[in-house]
């Protein structure tokens, strides 16, 4: 359809619509409603009518703006700048400077003999959304007599809308000018000063700094952050404030942090007391411990030495009874008597067996009650630390009741302090608790009860109803603070609006007598300018006469008659009738130029078309090339994970739209993967760090132990020193006769410590029992030779005897033996008892030393267990297991990071995917925008008809008929000139005369106007200088009345101030005593929820528990104890029945083994096995 004719709107007919060649699919459609990208506005055409010099009676002159550029080339005052203000009207509604309003913008009426005159402005835009819009604004000018009024009509924005049908709004003007800069995405002042700045205000930068400064704010639009740097001032006002609060607030916090340091500084000094303590405690109860042991296993050696001494006289006693029951045995056996039938190494080798069999099971039997005893010390342990942890919680267990009695106390301070600081009052029932006393249905005040709480040292405790009631008397308390509070801000404000109310009235009045007195003052202002003015205006010479005015009447008339003359000349009418018909020539030839127009600027509108599209192809051929250059320069990439890519002609965007979801997929299960192998290289490597960890540890616990079992092994330690009594118990045995092949030797330099000492104590016991009473001695051999003298038979080996010579010899010798003088017997026992006495010496030294130094040599034994312990675990397992978390975190990290090279291969994939879809995207838009042109330009051409089919002129010949045309057209030009030229002569002539008759009936009228304004002006200066006189009066009285106005309205404003500052200081007052309030109550909230923390974690029950389960541990490892205690003489009978079996030696100690032996046997085996069972 015809642009023009549609924006004028004089097409009725339907608009044709494009009709794509393809179907649009939804994302066509929803790319031209919603368009992704923002575009740059831009302007296409624009229409002119009744602007300047285009004239409103012709048709409208439509400019087209050329893609991407347009040069507008003309002479001086051919409309170059009219075209860039009718843009700047049409966008903004700002007219051009200096053109008074309007009225010289719009084409003058005067020139075309009209009384007004109408202008448009239409102009085709495009938006920065891409949509199109058209805007029309319209204009009128009306000529008066002495002025013309310029007025601008309300506009039109036509769009299109999402269905592609127009849609006409009516605007205001001042809508319009806020809404087309917004559609073009341009402010304003940018317009104006910026894109469409006028070439009379071009020098605008330069002007004065006021000017300049407003200008850019316009620009820059720095109202806005004018606005938000007040907003920013009030805001950093109102944190202003809070600061302070807070500052405040941060003192109280500072002083509470304070006090806890202190509170938790003092619980950290009573902890170490008293983990001090319970070291102590368990030290000496060690101490008293092994001061009992020693104690009963010194009353045993009492009790086994009075045991012996009188097993010793019971057998002796035996002794001779055996004897005589052996003789009468050997009597009934007669023929089964061995004696006679065995000799003594047979018999001596029967009793080797005999003594064998009994050592090994004395042997089994030892090492069966070692093995209990040992169990029972491992049970005793294990109670022992079970019991240690227990007293540790329980010690922490009464730290926490501790803290908890101390925050009651503070509690109970604080409720005290409230009270005190804000009178809290409250009436409760006296019942047996902490806070009341008296009788039963008696009342007490809180500060009774505070009284009472105070006096004493006793725990304090509140119950519910203690708690309730302060918290009903701290409600009914912030209730009256908050009530007086409001009550003094309702009051204050009562005061202020009562004083505010008068002080209004007081102004108003003020206000009502300040009007009247300056409408008054304005009148008399006025009264008296009028007064000058008629004074100015009466002119100085004399007065004008009434036969002046009748003269110049004459000379009017006689100026008309002349005028009236002239005007009858015939020529006028010839000359009008010439240029009627030299006008419609110039008609005729202005249509055929008119036409010829049409037809050059469809052909440069099509040569211009075709420029764009041969544009429009290059750059499709220019990124199709890049595309697949892009496409082959990373094919190998997309071949790597499975992809193709080929771009077809109908659409290059779509497999490349494919490519970038694969690609995407591919990247999010990648990032899933990394993901997830980072995780477990996290969690590999926290085992790592873990067992690293337990490892050194261990390595630190280590080399601990091992300095502690270093400084134990010093030289002159007390390892050594024992280690130096072991060996030499073991010389001594061994220079006894024990060891090697003289006997069995029990203990070695690798005997645990007890054993040492009980084969210390065996052999003090025994030393102590060989030491022999000489009066023993000699009453042991008075008797044998007495029990000779009374039987036949030797008393010592049952013989008879010979003869009585052989007695006699008996009996001198026993005579001789029981002399102490002459008794080589007791040179021996004397000889005897001087080697038991250093043994014994020996034996007491050493065991005193290794008494002296048995705690080290316990630690000494604890470390070797514990660091055996520790070197089988840290050298079996430690170094695998660390091995094999180190291994699973190399594999782990490895796997990490292969993951994260793929990823990274993947991103950069993605990344040049992405490129190319950029790319392809392109394309397809550069080959729809081809499409579009084309369909634009077939749908344009195919509906315009200027061009006939029998037209075969080009663009030079058309333009070439156009200068002839023009040529003819000013031949006509210059005819109708002369004529009105001729017209104008006689116009002149004419206009001459009229203006002498003006003139003279002018001249007249203004005499006439004078007398008669004379006349009025006397009239009016007496009734001014009256109306003056009487408003002197009244401004007087107003002056009087507005004196005590003006001080009431002082006084009441003192007093506002006065007020408000006494109200303010009263409310910041009680603001601070709610705020006082407020904390205080906040404080006892804290510490009452740390209460309830404490009493719901039922911290006491477990604190009992604890103290049973501590009774317990102490009864058991009584018991434990004791059963240690009931097994050491056992294990002490088994050893020495083990060692009754060993064989005899010629030591004092081996002749007293052989001895309870012989006369032992089997029985003192029984009787070890029944103590045993007893056990």
């Known amino acids: 359809v015809d642009w023009k004719r549609s924006l004028e709107g004089r097409d009725s007919s339907p608009v044709k619509r494009f009709q794509p060649t393809r179907e649009l699919d939804r994302r066509d459609l929803r790319a031209l409603r919603h368009?992704?990208?923002?575009?740059?506005?831009?302007?296409?055409?624009?229409?002119?009518?009744?602007?300047?010099?285009?004239?409103?009676?012709?048709?409208?002159?439509?400019?087209?703006?050329?893609?991407?550029?347009?040069?507008?080339?003309?002479?001086?005052?051919?409309?170059?700048?009219?075209?860039?203000?009718?843009?700047?009207?049409?966008?903004?509604?700002?007219?051009?400077?200096?053109?008074?309003?309007?009225?010289?913008?719009?084409?003058?009426?005067?020139?075309?003999?009209?009384?007004?005159?109408?202008?448009?402005?239409k102009l085709r835009i495009t938006g920065m959304n891409g949509m199109s819009m058209v805007v029309a604004r319209s204009m009128e000018v009306t000529q008066k007599k002495t002025n013309a009024s310029f007025k601008a009509l309300d506009g039109t924005i036509r769009t299109v809308d999402a269905d592609g049908n127009r849609v006409t709004?009516?605007?205001?003007?001042?809508?319009?000018?806020?809404?087309?800069?917004?559609?073009?995405?341009?402010?304003?002042?940018?317009?104006?000063?910026?894109?469409?700045?006028?070439?009379?205000?071009?020098?605008?930068?330069?002007?004065?700094?006021?000017?300049?400064?407003?200008?850019?704010?316009d620009i820059f639009d720095s109202t806005k952050y004018a606005k938000a740097l007040e907003a920013i001032k009030k805001e950093k006002k109102e944190y202003k404030a809070q600061e302070k609060d807070?500052?405040?607030?941060?003192?109280?916090?500072?002083?509470?942090?304070?006090?806890?340091?202190?509170?938790?500084?003092?619980?950290?000094?009573?902890?170490?007391?008293?983990?001090?303590?319970?070291?102590?405690?368990?030290?000496?109860?060690?101490?008293?411990?092994?001061?009992?042991?020693?104690?009963?296993?010194?009353?045993?050696?009492?009790?086994?030495?009075?045991?012996?001494?009188?097993?010793?006289?019971?057998?002796?006693?035996?002794?001779?009874?055996?004897?005589?029951?052996?003789?009468?045995?050997?009597?009934?056996?007669?023929?089964?008597?061995?004696?006679?039938?065995?000799?003594?190494?047979?018999?001596?080798?029967?009793?080797?067996?005999?003594?064998?069999?009994?050592?090994?099971?004395a042997k089994q039997k030892l090492q069966d009650k070692l093995d209990e005893m040992r169990s029972t010390e491992e049970s005793l342990a294990k109670l022992r630390r079970k019991t240690n942890e227990i007293t540790g919680r329980k010690g922490k267990l009464e730290a926490e009741k501790e803290a908890q009695e101390k925050l009651a106390k503070s509690r109970f301070d604080t409720m005290q302090s409230i009270h005190e600081h804000h009178k809290l009052e409250l009436e409760m029932p006296t019942q047996d608790d902490t806070f009341t006393q008296g009788t039963q249905g008696t009342t007490s005040t809180f500060s009774t009860m505070f009284t009472s709480q105070t006096g004493g040292n006793s725990t304090v405790h509140l119950t519910d109803e203690d708690l309730t009631s302060f918290q009903r008397a701290v409600d009914t308390r912030a209730g009256q603070i908050k009530s007086a509070y409001n009550e003094a801000k309702m009051r204050h404000r009562e005061v202020e609006e009562q004083l505010q109310k008068e002080l209004l009235e007081a102004k108003s009045k003020q206000a009502a007598l300040t009007n009247d007195l300056k409408r008054v003052d304005d009148e008399q202002q006025k009264d008296m300018?009028?007064?000058?003015?008629?004074?100015?205006?009466?002119?100085?010479?004399?007065?004008?006469?009434?036969?002046?005015?009748?003269?110049?009447?004459?000379?009017?008339?006689?100026?008309?008659?002349?005028?009236?003359?002239?005007?009858?000349?015939?020529?006028?009418?010839?000359?009008?009738n010439e240029i009627r018909a030299h006008e419609e020539k110039l008609k005729s030839i202005s249509q055929t130029i008119e036409e010829d127009s049409k037809v050059r600027d469809q052909l440069r509108l099509m040569a211009n078309d075709q420029s764009e599209v041969d544009m429009i192809k290059k750059q499709i051929r220019q990124e199709r090339d890049i595309l697949k250059?892009?496409?082959?320069?990373?094919?190998?990439?997309?071949?790597?994970?499975?992809?193709?890519?080929?771009?077809?002609?109908?659409?290059?965007?779509?497999?490349?739209?494919?490519?970038?979801?694969?690609m995407r997929t591919r990247l999010k299960e990648q990032e899933a993967e990394v993901k997830h192998a980072s995780k477990s290289a996290n969690e590999a490597q926290g085992k790592?760090?873990?067992?690293?960890?337990?490892?050194?540890?261990?390595?630190?616990?280590?080399?601990?132990?091992?300095?502690?079992?270093?400084?134990?092994?010093?030289?002159?330690?007390?390892?050594?020193?024992?280690?130096?009594?072991?060996?030499?118990?073991?010389?001594?045995?061994?220079?006894?006769?024990?060891?090697?092949?003289?006997?069995?030797?029990?203990?070695?330099?690798?005997?645990?410590?007890?054993?040492?000492?009980?084969?210390?104590?065996?052999?003090?016991?025994?030393?102590?029992?060989?030491?022999?009473?000489?009066?023993?001695?000699?009453?042991?051999?008075?008797?044998?030779?007495?029990?000779?003298?009374?039987?036949?038979?030797?008393?010592?080996?049952?013989?008879?005897?010979?003869?009585?010579?052989?007695?006699?010899?008996?009996?001198?010798r026993m005579s001789e033996l029981a002399n102490p003088d002459v008794s080589e017997l007791f040179e021996a026992m004397a000889a005897n008892s001087n080697d038991v006495k250093v043994q014994l010496e020996k034996m007491t030294a050493w065991r005193k030393t290794i008494n002296e130094h048995l705690a080290d040599q316990l630690e000494y034994d604890r470390l070797v267990v514990e660091l055996s312990d520790l070197e089988d675990l840290l050298g079996r397992d430690e170094q695998a297991e660390l091995k094999k978390f180190q291994d699973e975190c190399d594999k782990a990290e490895k796997d990490l990071a292969e993951k994260e090279d793929q990823l990274k291969k993947l991103h950069n994939v993605a990344a040049i995917s992405n490129t190319i879809l950029e790319s392809a995207k392109r394309l397809w838009e550069k080959m729809g925008q081809l499409k579009t042109k084309k369909d634009q330009m077939e749908f344009t051409y195919s509906g315009m008809g200027h061009i006939s089919q029998g037209d075969q002129r080009n663009l030079a010949r058309v333009e070439s008929d156009l200068a002839d045309l023009g040529l003819r057209k000013e031949q006509c030009y210059t005819s109708i000139n002369q004529l009105n030229n001729e017209q104008k002569t006689i116009n002149e002539r004419i206009s001459t005369k009229t203006n002498q008759a003006a003139t003279a009936d002018h001249r007249f009228r203004e005499m006439q106007a004078r007398f008669r304004k004379e006349q009025d002006d006397t009239k009016r200066q007496e009734v001014l200088k009256a109306n003056m006189a009487g408003r002197q009066v009244e401004s007087k009285r107003l002056r009087d009345l507005m004196d005590p106005v003006k001080t009431r309205v002082l006084q009441k404003e003192s007093d506002s101030k006065r007020v408000r500052k006494e109200n303010l200081k009263e409310d910041t007052k009680l603001s601070d005593v709610l705020k006082t309030f407020d904390?205080?109550?906040?404080?006892?909230?804290?510490?009452?929820?740390?209460?309830?923390?404490?009493?719901?974690?039922?911290?006491?029950?477990?604190?009992?528990?604890?103290?049973?389960?501590?009774?317990?541990?102490?009864?058991?490892?009584?018991?434990?104890?004791?059963?240690?205690?009931?097994?050491?003489?056992?294990?002490?009978?088994?050893?020495?029945?083990?060692?009754?079996?060993?064989?005899?030696?010629?030591?004092?100690?081996?002749?007293?083994?052989?001895?309870?032996?012989?006369?032992?046997?089997?029985?003192?085996?029984?009787?070890?096995?029944?103590?045993?069972?007893?056990?």
């Open 688 to 812: 790592l760090q873990e067992k690293k960890a337990i490892m050194n540890s261990n390595h630190s616990r280590l080399v601990a132990l091992q300095g502690k079992r270093s400084s134990l092994l010093r030289d002159e330690g007390g390892i050594q020193k024992i280690k130096q009594c072991v060996r030499a118990l073991i010389r001594n045995e061994k220079q006894e006769g024990y060891g090697d092949d003289g006997g069995e030797l029990t203990i070695n330099e690798d005997s645990p410590i007890h054993e040492v000492l009980s084969y210390l104590d065996e052999g003090i016991s025994e030393c102590t029992r060989h030491e022999i009473n000489p009066a023993h001695l000699a009453k042991m051999l008075k008797r044998l030779k007495r029990m000779a003298k009374d039987s036949v038979r030797c008393p010592c080996c049952t013989r008879d005897w010979d003869d009585a010579k052989e007695l006699e010899v008996f009996n001198v």
């Open 169 to 217: 709004q009516s605007h205001k003007t001042g809508e319009m000018d806020k809404s087309v800069p917004t559609y073009l995405g341009v402010s304003k002042p940018i317009l104006e000063h910026v894109v469409f700045c006028h070439q009379e205000d071009a020098s605008w930068p330069l002007q004065e700094g006021a000017v300049l400064k407003k200008r850019f704010d």
């Open 1079 to 1175: 904390r205080d109550i906040d404080r006892l909230n804290d510490i009452n929820n740390k209460i309830e923390l404490y009493e719901k974690a039922n911290k006491g029950s477990e604190l009992r528990r604890a103290e049973e389960q501590l009774v317990q541990n102490h009864q058991m490892i009584a018991e434990k104890q004791r059963e240690l205690t009931d097994m050491q003489p056992q294990i002490d009978d088994l050893k020495k029945n083990s060692r009754r079996w060993r064989t005899p030696n010629q030591t004092p100690r081996g002749q007293h083994r052989a001895c309870q032996e012989t006369n032992g046997g089997r029985q003192g085996g029984e009787t070890s096995r029944r103590n045993a069972k007893a056990a």
């Open 246 to 361: 807070l500052k405040a607030e941060l003192e109280g916090l500072k002083s509470h942090k304070h006090a806890a340091r202190g509170y938790r500084d003092d619980l950290e000094k009573c902890r170490t007391g008293i983990a001090t303590i319970h070291e102590k405690v368990e030290g000496l109860k060690e101490e008293i411990e092994e001061k009992n042991n020693e104690a009963k296993k010194a009353a045993v050696d009492i009790n086994e030495i009075e045991e012996l001494q009188g097993e010793i006289d019971e057998q002796i006693n035996k002794v001779e009874t055996m004897k005589a029951v052996a003789d009468k045995q050997r009597e009934l056996l007669g023929d089964d008597d061995l004696s006679e039938q065995v000799d003594y190494d047979q018999m001596k080798e029967m009793l080797s067996n005999l003594r064998a069999e009994g050592s090994n099971e």
């Open 629 to 662: 250059e892009k496409i082959e320069n990373n094919k190998f990439q997309f071949t790597e994970y499975g992809e193709s890519l080929e771009i077809t002609d109908d659409n290059p965007s779509a497999p490349c739209e494919v490519l970038v979801n694969n």
């Open 35 to 121: 368009p992704r990208h923002t575009t740059m506005a831009s302007i296409n055409k624009l229409s002119v009518r009744g602007v300047r010099a285009f004239s409103p009676n012709d048709e409208e002159q439509v400019i087209s703006f050329c893609f991407p550029l347009t040069i507008i080339v003309g002479a001086n005052g051919c409309g170059k700048t009219t075209i860039i203000e009718s843009l700047k009207y049409a966008v903004t509604g700002s007219l051009p400077p200096g053109n008074k309003s309007g009225q010289s913008f719009v084409h003058d009426p005067r020139a075309m003999g009209q009384s007004s005159s109408k202008a448009s402005i």
């Open 529 to 576: 300018r009028e007064l000058n003015e008629i004074a100015s205006q009466q002119p100085s010479s004399s007065r004008i006469r009434q036969s002046d005015v009748e003269d110049a009447e004459k000379e009017a008339k006689k100026q008309a008659r002349e005028r009236d003359e002239e005007n009858r000349n015939s020529r006028r009418g010839e000359i009008v």
